[in-house]
Nanobody
């Protein structure tokens, strides 16, 4: 059974940094895609970053581009979201998600995965709170 577990959330002041971690167990695909999405109270879930394990291709939505970095350590089956220069509007529950059998990391496909939340497995979320 595939499990996706996030950690690393917390409270920081604006301008600060956090690193979220995501461990995937029970699944060892030849290639997959991992994504981070977030949901603030009263808002829809928003995909923010994705990575294709095959070649490390990444995609970011404009609101986090230049501030967030999605990283992978395939040997450890662990993915990270490094978040720098955090803003109050980044406050949300952050979810890690995984999708297997991904054949390509082209940007429009990773964008599709994020926009449609088209992943196979999801974690329970970790809260990030940014105060002004």
């Amino acid at each position: 059974q595939v499990q996706v577990v996030e950690s690393g959330g917390g409270s920081v002041q604006a301008g600060g940094s956090l690193r979220l971690s995501c461990v995937v167990s029970g699944y060892t695909p030849s290639s997959n895609a991992m994504g981070w999405s977030r949901q603030a109270p009263g808002n829809e879930r928003e995909g923010v970053a994705a990575i294709y394990s095959g070649d490390g291709s990444t995609y970011y939505v404009d609101s986090v581009k230049g501030r967030f970095t999605i990283l992978q350590d395939i040997a450890k089956k662990t993915f990270y979201l490094q978040m720098n220069n955090l803003k109050p509007e980044d406050t949300a529950m952050y979810y890690c998600a995984a999708r297997g059998d991904v054949a390509s990391g082209v940007s429009h496909y990773l964008r599709h995965l994020l926009l449609r939340s088209d992943f196979h497995w999801w974690g329970q979320g970790t809260q990030v709170t940014v105060s002004s």
